[in-house]
């Protein structure tokens, strides 16, 4: 397991939208950042970790949390359309041609998760090792949902979603389990990185469980997750 050489990429542009300045806003105490920051550095089989930003100030606050940022990234990869693949393929890269280092897999680690914690970070390396899977990826379960609850609104009227939904819904219990990524982990071979592609042919689950997947993606989540992490360190 310690062979699997593993290079996380905390992804942190600096032109949010949704909320302003929201990779260093202040959550429970801390910039958001360093939630994601102390997970890495806590990580018992990450092989080196790293903040790739376009933004001085997050730069700054990330190496005051004790973060490495080897380098500012590219205008190019910091634009609404860049990718999260152009940005580790280039950590990669620069890591190679400037440190000389390669890695047999890459972790995406985004700070709008910072529930999630070095455990988890190892979990799903743990679980690549086991497996030699292409890709592992944090998930939550999701509670009482089905496709055929699904709908779409015609005007007003209510139709299905899935053409083949009977009349009556099925019971909750009849239900199998559906799972969603949570965001909070993504982890893929390198040659598959390197290949433009996230998941590969062979792609394995971390489960996680809900209290500890939230997804900051608008300001009521920040808020409401704030106001909860707050209270808890407060008992």
Known sequence: MNDLKVLAVITARGGSKGIPRK??????????????????????????????TDDQEIADISRQCGAPVPFMRPAELATDTATSMGVVQHALKWQEENEGKTYDALMILQPTSPLRSSQDIDGCIEKMAETDCDSVMSMVKLTDFAAKKLKVLDGDKIRPWMEDEGRESSS???LGDVYKRNCAVYLTKTERIMEGDLFGHDSRAYVMPEDVSTDINTPLDFELLDFLMRRKLMK
């Open 172 to 174: 909750r219990q009849a």
């Open 23 to 52: 990779n260093i806003k202040d959550l429970a105490g801390k910039p958001l950042i360093a939630w994601t920051i102390e997970a890495a550095q806590g990580s018992k089989l990450l092989t080196d970790y790293l903040v790739s």
